[in-house]
């Protein structure tokens, strides 16, 4: 840790595994901790989403999910995009499940894990094609997502959710 911020070399990530204790793991949100400990595994399982463990010092401090995800595109966000085609859904990942042990917030960690997340899906280019990266975010977390240079989604679709805020990362345009 330099300045008391993670670097990459500080911490290690795993695919979930049983050998990883996930008891003492508590980031302050319910409903992230349950699906930690209790669903995880199932959805891993059931290949509907492939978790990740962020581990330092032997300890998982963290974690994040991935999963195939479309993402629908009005005409000004393709033009943005500089997107030509006719279509109105664009290959994606979301970024479904992302939380971080109390005891380590607010230490670089959440950038870190965005970092691991865009570089797996970049490396899984060679085998599906895919533009961005997505995340239904949490309403407290959007100003988070927009400081790593995600944008919300405008489309006519996302606009009736009310538990969250749907946003994207242009993996082919990403922020300077």
Same mark, same amino acid.
């Given at each position: 840790?330099?300045?008391?911020?993670? +670097?990459?070399?500080?911490?290690?990530?795993? !695919?979930? !595994?049983?050998?990883?204790?996930?008891?003492?793991?508590?980031? #302050?949100?319910?409903?992230?901790?349950?699906?930690?400990?209790?669903?995880?595994?199932?959805?891993?399982?059931? +290949?509907?989403?492939?978790?990740?463990?962020?581990?330092?010092?032997?300890?998982?401090?963290?974690?994040?999910?991935?999963?195939?995800?479309?993402?629908?595109? #009005?005409?000004?966000?393709?033009?943005?995009?500089?997107? &030509?085609?006719?279509?109105?859904?664009?290959?994606?990942?979301?970024? #479904?499940?992302?939380?971080?042990?109390?005891?380590?917030?607010?230490? #670089?960690?959440?950038?870190?894990?965005?970092?691991?997340?865009?570089?797996?899906?970049?490396?899984? &280019?060679?085998? !599906?094609?895919?533009?961005?990266?997505?995340?239904?975010?949490?309403?407290?977390?959007?100003?988070?997502?927009?400081?790593?240079?995600?944008?919300?989604?405008?489309? !006519?679709?996302?606009?009736? &959710?009310?538990?969250?805020?749907?946003?994207?990362?242009?993996?082919?345009?990403?922020?300077?």
């Amino acid at each position: 840790m330099k300045d008391g911020k993670f +670097q990459l070399s500080d911490i290690k990530v795993s !695919s979930l !595994s049983k050998i990883y204790k996930l008891d003492d793991f508590d980031c #302050g949100d319910t409903d992230l901790n349950e699906f930690l400990k209790k669903d995880s595994f199932a959805y891993q399982e059931a +290949q509907i989403a492939n978790v990740y463990l962020v581990i330092y010092n032997d300890s998982v401090i963290g974690f994040f999910s991935l999963q195939n995800d479309a993402v629908k595109l #009005g005409l000004e966000e393709k033009d943005k995009a500089e997107i &030509k085609k006719p279509h109105t859904e664009f290959p994606s990942v979301k970024l #479904g499940r992302l939380g971080i042990d109390k005891d380590y917030q607010r230490k #670089g960690l959440g950038k870190l894990i965005i970092r691991i997340a865009v570089g797996l899906v970049r490396q899984a &280019k060679r085998y !599906s094609a895919c533009r961005f990266l997505t995340v239904d975010s949490y309403f407290k977390a959007v100003d988070f997502y927009i400081g790593y240079g995600f944008e919300i989604n405008r489309h !006519s679709e996302y606009a009736s &959710k009310k538990h969250f805020v749907s946003m994207r990362f242009d993996l082919l345009n990403p922020p300077e």
